[in-house]
């Protein structure tokens, strides 16, 4: 009997995209047998958690999209075949474009947790068309931190958890939602080492929180003055560490007026956390030789998400947590994307555009109007927005509204169903792909996973659909990249130098160097690993940019020289490669000046301004709107039996509120919002506070021939209920109602 083969790939779950091996096989050899974390992986060494061995959810559940779609106009599809598809798909957004301007066609997407290179070739597709706007689902957590820490450090931070004396997390659960490496590892060790204190600011008492040694249980919304709560203690304890300030920081006099013009007692009622924790976090925290610290979407998914990350950022900065080994840094990564206000606007509602991306919660605003610069046509590529963005029902009928909407999907999707044009694409494991999110420090490490089953007949990889998409646009044809397919046939030493030479100094096809990589390299690259043509580009950048780091990693040489070695350890590593090697000694923060800066203004009036939320009697409950649970992964499994625990995703109760409307854990409730209502089952626990509940994310998918169990969240939230400054939801916020129904 032969041994049955491990082949190295990553999970595609969560942002942290653990190297695993897989034995395939079954009837057709395309079966996920067994996994296992896989040893090699220089960022997960060998971590994995349970989801990964149930992928074959993901692979094999029987709902892939085969052909290209067209809706007719009874509302139902028709399979057509690639030419068509591409020709016709290229002509209607041509139309738009030359009707209405490339402003109007709108990018959604891009990649979803470990699908980060589509959105790297739509930016040539994008060009073609004239496509400025875009924005995907970081627009609804992150882009409040990043203009933040953008300003206040000149990049977003992480922090090493793995050998920091404290941990804090704040609205984060990562023991269920990961987003560092090795998270149970790591939260285990902290928590069984007397000497290292794990912090969790949460109004639920997750797991994470049950192991805390500090468990700050704040109120649903209660963060901001949580945190004012702990910088004013650090002010009038004289806890701060004034050599780091002094060395490093600007604008700390400011900071400390309004700090000690807090009320701590006060803060400290508004947000439900006793004085003395509160003080003694703030003490434990400054004591300390490092802290750090992640805030999640507890907090960036709530009122005043932007103060908060801003306070947040304060509260490590003050104790002279950054840039030292434990605390927080700024990652190298191979892909710059957490970058601040670059001073466009949206062109309907005129929203701060940060990193690039439109606020998620505008979207619909920008089409449903008769603004002349309204989007008239969207792209969506790898995203769900019709389930994961506010007001599905209002984004429904935006996205049903629109001129053309193409859907680039492996499943029939709740966004693919309102789409003109369904392209169906290749799984995550039938293409080359890779995650962006690297942010490990000192070491950094990028993984290429080549594809480990072929396409079935239909679907083609993201990179072939832009790379036609391009073509048919006339942005380049086979004549225009003769040169580079010629130096392909050399190797890459010589094709990167004829790249440089055709494509740099060739106006006319700037702006197409991911498709065109893919058209021309791609084809000599090793089996299964084409579509990671775009990295040499990647590569260069990053090299251009971080040419010492690259470096100790090994990649030496003038930027050119070193982005191809890097580029060839990419594509020959199937375990992945440290990319980057950092020096804690060298962090600086990445500000024009090189200093930190403490005092933002519009934030220091903001603390001035702060008011509690009116409170609305016909709502009483706050709703958390999309939890991370054990069995969830946003939308990317949509098979009901993949989730072996909590099948019907339950709304979580407080057992006062559960008896005082008389239902019990299987009952049936009505749950009501300002924009929605849904029947659910409880689930009663006292992690819970009374007066909050919970749902989890990601549910609400219907599979053919399978009931849809739970909940689908953005049936009951808002729009409007976004942060004043960049737009992110309060989905962690929704003010509710709840009725009884039955009792099991
Ligand atoms: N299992 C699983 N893991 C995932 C994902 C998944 O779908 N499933 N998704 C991935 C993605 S896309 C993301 S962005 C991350 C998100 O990861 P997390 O941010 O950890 O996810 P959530 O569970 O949505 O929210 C975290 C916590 O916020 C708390 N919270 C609610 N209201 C408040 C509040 O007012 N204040 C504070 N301080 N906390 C509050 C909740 O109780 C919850 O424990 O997870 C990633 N990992
Ligand atoms: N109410 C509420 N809403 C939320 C959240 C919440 O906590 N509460 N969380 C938000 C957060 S943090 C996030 S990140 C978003 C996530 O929501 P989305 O951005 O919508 O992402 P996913 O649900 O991961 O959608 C992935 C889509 O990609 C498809 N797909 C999978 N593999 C491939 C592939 O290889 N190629 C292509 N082209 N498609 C593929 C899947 O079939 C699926 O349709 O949800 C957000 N929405
Ligand atoms: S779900 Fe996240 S933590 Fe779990 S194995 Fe997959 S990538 Fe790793
Ligand atoms: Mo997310």
């Not at 030493?493 to 030479?501: D, H, K, P, V």
């Amino acid at each position: 009997m032969t041994q049955a083969q491990w082949t190295p790939t990553a999970c595609i779950l969560c942002e942290c995209n653990c190297g695993i091996e897989v034995q395939l096989g079954g009837d057709d050899g395309r079966q996920f047998l067994r996994f296992r974390g896989d040893k090699r992986h220089p960022a997960s060494r060998g971590y994995a958690c349970e989801k990964a061995h149930r992928l074959d959810f993901y692979q094999n559940a029987g709902h892939r999209l085969t052909l290209p779609l067209r809706k007719k106009g009874d509302g139902t599809f028709e399979e057509i075949s690639w030419d068509v598809a591409i020709k016709e798909v290229a002509e209607r957004l041509s139309k738009v474009r030359d009707t209405w301007g490339g402003a109007s066609i709108f990018y959604y997407g891009g990649g979803g947790q470990g699908n980060h290179l589509p959105g790297a070739y739509a930016t040539s597709t994008r060009r073609a068309l004239g496509s400025i706007f875009k924005s995907s689902a970081l627009a609804q957590e992150k882009t409040g931190e990043f203009w933040i820490a953008d300003r206040m450090l000149g990049g977003a931070t992480r922090g090493d958890f793995e050998h920091c004396e404290v941990a804090l997390f704040i609205g984060k659960n990562p023991w269920h939602s990961h987003s560092i490496q090795r998270a149970r590892t790591t939260l285990k060790e902290i928590a069984q080492d007397p000497a290292r204190t794990l912090i969790v600011i949460d109004p639920r008492r997750t797991k994470t929180a049950e192991m805390a040694d500090i468990h700050l249980q704040v109120r649903p919304g209660g963060d901001a003055w949580l945190l004012l709560a702990m910088l004013a203690t650090l002010a009038e304890e004289h806890l701060l560490d004034t050599d780091f300030l002094d060395a490093r920081a600007e604008g700390l006099d400011e900071v400390l007026a309004v700090l000690r013009g807090v009320d701590i007692s006060d803060c400290a009622a508004r947000s439900g956390v006793p004085e003395e924790q509160l003080r003694d976090a703030a003490r434990r925290i400054a004591a300390a030789t490092s802290l750090s610290s992640m805030e999640d979407l507890g907090v960036q998914m709530n009122r005043n998400s932007t103060l908060v990350s801003y306070l947040h950022r304060l509260l490590f900065l003050l104790t002279g947590n950054f840039g030292k080994p434990g605390a927080q840094y700024i990652p190298t990564t191979l892909v710059p994307f957490a970058t601040g206000d670059g001073g466009k606007r949206s062109p309907v509602v005129g929203a701060r555009i940060i990193s690039g991306l439109v606020p998620c919660n505008v979207i619909a605003e920008e089409i449903l109007t008769d603004h002349d610069a309204r989007y008239r046509a969207m792209i969506v590529e790898a995203t769900n927005p019709a389930h994961s963005l506010a007001d599905s029902q209002r984004m429904r009928e935006a996205l049903e509204s629109l001129d053309t909407l193409v859907v680039i999907d492996v499943a029939m999707s709740e966004t693919a169903r309102l789409a003109d044009y369904v392209l169906p694409a290749s799984t995550q494991f039938e293409k080359a792909e890779a995650t962006f999110f690297n942010f490990e420090f000192p070491d950094n490490a990028f993984h290429l996973r080549p594809a480990i089953l072929p396409p079935p007949p239909g679907p083609l990889p993201e990179a072939e659909i832009h790379a036609r998409l391009c073509e048919a646009l006339g942005a380049f044809n086979d004549d225009t990249l003769a040169p580079l397919h010629a130096a392909a046939r050399h190797g890459l030493m010589a094709y990167g130098a004829a790249f440089m030479q055709h494509v740099i100094a060739n106006p006319s096809l700037n702006g197409y160097a991911a498709a065109i990589l893919y058209r021309t390299l791609g084809p000599t690259l090793p089996t299964g690993t084409a579509e990671g043509a775009v990295l040499l580009g990647l590569a260069f950048r990053c090299a251009m940019d971080h040419g010492a780091d690259l470096a100790r990693a090994g990649f030496e040489g003038p930027p050119a020289a070193a982005a191809l070695k890097l580029f060839q350890a990419i594509i020959d590593t199937p375990t992945g490669v440290v990319f980057a090697r950092g020096q804690w000694e060298d962090l600086r923060p990445r500000t024009p000046k090189g200093r930190i800066k403490l005092a933002l203004p519009d934030m220091l009036a903001e603390i001035l301004a702060l008011k509690a939320p009116e409170i609305n009697e016909d709502f009483p409950f706050t709703l958390s709107a999309g939890e991370r649970r054990a069995f969830t992964a946003n939308t990317i499994i949509r098979h009901p039996d993949w989730r072996k625990k909590d099948p019907q995703g339950a709304l979580f109760m407080n057992p006062l509120d559960a008896a005082r409307l008389g239902v019990e854990t299987g009952g049936q409730v009505r749950l009501t919002t300002p924009r929605g209502a849904a029947t659910v089952t409880v689930e009663v626990s006292d992690t819970m506070l009374p007066g909050h509940i919970s749902l989890p994310n990601g549910l609400g998918l219907d599979h053919p021939g399978q009931q849809t169990p739970g909940v689908s969240p953005n049936d009951l939230t808002s729009l409007q209920d976004r942060d004043p400054f960049v737009g992110t939801p309060w989905h962690k916020c929704v003010p509710a109602q709840v009725q009884p129904l039955s009792t099991p």
